[in-house]
């Protein structure tokens, strides 16, 4: 069954769209030129994961010395829960601390200027 998520004129890079499906509340977005869905539950405590921001992922660097050198951020995007900051891949849905924690994903279908999700 697809559910109709908006038009795709309207939802440009880097925006999000939540909709209502089944008393259940399914966030939609565009992140690096693709749309992604997912349920709008943090598995840690049930906060509105797709309300955060997109960060990419840091990553320390470390010399073949083992010596520290700092910070840099990868091109993988992280979808942050605002409640207490639990990282999730946008590719995947997996959880960027404990990969065997994850938000539910959808499969989202754009045809015709309209963008659906698939339930």
Not at 77 to 106: M, Q, S, Y
Request: charged share 30%; hydrophobic share 35%.
């Amino acid at each position: 069954m697809e559910v109709f998520a908006g038009r795709s004129a309207d939802l440009k890079e880097g925006d999000r769209a939540l909709i209502e499906h089944r008393k259940q509340q399914i966030g939609v977005l565009r992140a690096k030129g693709r749309l992604h869905a997912f349920l709008n539950l943090c598995p840690h405590q049930g906060g509105p994961v797709c309300e955060g921001v997109l960060v990419h992922r840091p990553e320390e660097i470390i010399a073949e010395d083992r010596t520290y050198h700092g910070m840099r951020f990868t091109e993988d995007l992280h979808l942050v829960c605002p409640w207490h900051g639990w990282e999730f891949n946008v590719e995947t849905g997996r959880c960027a601390g404990d990969g065997k924690h994850g938000i539910r994903k959808f499969e989202v279908v754009e045809r015709d200027g309209d963008i659906y999700v698939v339930v």
